[in-house]
Structure formats: C-alpha cells, structure tokens
C-alpha cells in the first residue's frame, strides 16, 4: 500500500504562484510514477502533470504547459506541483496520484491522495 498526502493548496489571486506537495510512504518512491490530476466543482477529474520514476520523463496536459512544473525529490519521498501565472479556471481540488508507470490516464495511476483546494480569485 501506498500513502499519499499532499499540502500546499490555497487562495490566491490570478497571476499568483502555489507549490503544491505530496508525500508518499509505503513503499520505495523511487519505483512509482507520479502524477497530479485535478477535479473542478460540476467537472470530471483532468491530468495535469506526470514525472516518471527517476524524473526522466515529464509530461503536462496542454492547459498548464509553461506555467506549472512537476518535479520530485525521491530523497524527500516528496513530489511537487509549481503553479505559476495561476488562473481563475486552475480552481480545482488537485490529487496525487502514483503508478508503477507514468500516464496520463486516471486508471494507469493505483495510489490517490485525499487532495488539496486550490483556489485563484480573479
């Protein structure tokens, strides 16, 4: 089993940054993927973001290309969302999420934290 618990959401204003984080126990982190999907009131849960098991390989959805950026440290058991230039339609509940392999597809990801609120006023 795996146990994910990620902080780091928040209110803040458009054009603001967040880092969300999440730490992972359970099992050695250096053999899961990670991703962060996200889920907005009366929406379906959306991928944000993806890094493979050694950090190698990293993948975002469209919508957040070259404003957040996904990160880990396997040393800290811990993976990151920085989320700059943030925007009204990034509000959303925001989970992490672990796999054996990384993906961009809810059902490829076997671990799911409880999720933080991100809010961004405009």
């Avoid at 994910?4 to 359970?26: F, H, I, P, T």
């Avoid at 899961?32 to 009366?42: E, I, K, V, Y």
Wanted: glycine share 12%.
């Amino acid at each position: 089993q795996v146990q994910l618990v990620e902080s780091g959401g928040g209110l803040v204003q458009a054009g603001g940054s967040l880092r969300l984080s999440c730490a992972a126990s359970g099992r050695t982190f250096s053999r899961l993927a990670m991703g962060w999907f996200r889920q907005a009131p009366g929406k379906e849960r959306e991928f944000v973001a993806a890094i493979s098991r050694s950090g190698g390989s990293i993948y975002y959805a469209d919508s957040v290309k070259g404003r957040f950026t996904i990160s880990r440290d396997n040393a800290k058991n811990t993976v990151y969302l920085q989320m700059n230039s943030l925007k009204p339609e990034d509000t959303a509940v925001y989970y992490c999420a672990a796999s054996s392999y990384s993906g961009e597809r809810e059902w490829e990801y076997d671990y799911w934290g409880q999720g933080t609120q991100v809010t961004v006023s405009s």
